[in-house]
Structure formats: C-alpha cells, structure tokens
T-cell receptor, first 109, second 118 residues
Framework: GQNIDQPTEMTATEGAIVQINCTYQTSGFNGLFWYQQHAGEAPTFLSYNVLDGLEEKGRFSSFLSRSKGYSYLLLKELQMKDSASYLCAGLDSNYQLIWGAGTKLIIKP | GAVVSQHPSWVICKSGTSVKIECRSLDFQATTMFWYRQFPKQSLMLMATSNEGSKATYEQGVEKDKFLINHASLTLSTLTVTSAHPEDSSFYIC??????????????FGPGTRLTVT
C-alpha cells in the first residue's frame, strides 16, 4: 500500500531551526511536495523535489533521498507566523498526490 | 499567478437540502481539478478527481450520487452535496492542475469552503 509518515506534532523556539521528517512509500514516484496549512485555511505550496538533494528557498529548504524514501523540510530563523501544519505529499505513478497526516508545528517565544 | 477561487467561502444549510460549491481557476486553464474534504485536526482526504469534459473519478468510499461533480469547462468545476446531513459538515477544498504551467504536477488550492449542516 501507499503511505506517508510524518510526526504528528513538533515544538520549536522562535529564531531556532526545526527539521520535519517524512518517509514515503508510493506506487511509483514522481516527486515529493511540502505544503504549509494554517488553521482554517487551504494548503499553500512550499516545495517540490523530484531529484535527490537539498533545495533551498529562503528560510525554507527541502531535502530528498529517493533510495531511502525520505524527505525533510528545514525551517530556519523560525518566526511565530510559521506556526502551522506542514503536509508532506508524494506523487505516485498515476500523478496522484498521496498525503501525509501533517505535522503541527508550534512555535514558542 | 495560479489563483484558484472557491465560492462560497462558508455556508450553513439545513439537513436535507443541497449545496453547490464552485471552484474556478482565474488565470490558467485547469485540465484537472481535485476535490478534498478535511475534518478538524485531520489531513486532506481526496474525494474525487475530475478532468474537463469527462466524468469524475471518485475515491473509494465516496458516494458519487451524493457528491455530484461537474467539470464543465477548463476554468470551472462544481461540487454539489445533495441531501446534506450534519456528518457532511466539513472543510471542502478544491485544487487545480494545469499542464501549461511550470511545475505541471503542482496543485493550486482554492481557499476552501466551510460547510455546516444543521
């Protein structure tokens, strides 16, 4: 079966760095997405990785290892507004997104 | 760019009535649109995938006669919840995908519609 695993909740301090891990098992693989979702709002796109390695985009970076079925989202210089759920989603061979349950990130001052 | 709108943003209806939710891609043609449902503190659950001009493909466990999807044009898809019941109360989100845009597999999400059935 297809499965996306990520931690349910994480807590970090404002100004610090946090890494949110995601492991995936999909039928075929066409890339991995990270989305940010604030409470009561729709998800917004953060990153897309299809090749191994680290993609940096401002304070956010995303890493992919296809051989390990593993990705992480790295958030630097955390701000209070980064408090949200972070959704990992794998794109399978049918180009359908398989969603993780999301990681709720709590930022403390 | 890549803006998707939904209307209404929230709706309250009585049990037994039907509710229609519209999803529009404002600045691109959406070859594929997706409808999701999200219950509180849970992740997105894909309900159905629709391609313009063809019947929607429903996920297992989603009643196609209850959740009617029409993808009539490349910029508009509608979801009609028929004979709504309180358990249908949820956050409904649509997303759209276009082969024209850079990153063709990215889904652009609408702002969501919160449905409350009393």
């Amino acid at each position: 079966g297809q499965n996306i695993d990520q931690p349910t909740e994480m807590t970090a301090t404002e100004g610090a760095i946090v890494q949110i891990n995601c492991t995936y098992q999909t039928s075929g693989f066409n890339g991995l997405f990270w989305y940010q979702q604030h409470a009561g709002e729709a998800p917004t796109f953060l990153s897309y990785n299809v090749l191994d390695g680290l993609e940096e985009k401002g304070r956010f970076s995303s890493f992919l290892s296809r051989s390990k079925g593993y990705s992480y989202l790295l958030l630097k210089e955390l701000q209070m507004k980064d408090s949200a759920s972070y959704l990992c989603a794998g794109l399978d061979s049918n180009y359908q997104l398989i969603w993780g349950a999301g990681t709720k990130l709590i930022i403390k001052p | 760019g890549a803006v998707v709108s939904q209307h209404p943003s929230w709706v309250i209806c009585k049990s037994g009535t039907s509710v229609k939710i519209e999803c529009r891609s404002l600045d691109f043609q959406a070859t594929t649109m997706f409808w999701y449902r999200q219950f509180p503190k849970q992740s997105l659950m894909l309900m159905a995938t629709s391609n313009e001009g063809s019947k929607a493909t429903y996920e297992q466990g989603v009643e196609k006669d209850k959740f009617l999807i029409n993808h009539a044009s490349l910029t508009l898809s509608t979801l009609t919840v028929t004979s709504a019941h309180p358990e249908d109360s949820s956050f409904y989100i649509c997303s759209a995908r276009s082969l024209e845009r850079e990153g063709p597999y990215e889904q652009y999400f609408g702002p969501g519609t919160r449905l409350t059935v009393t």
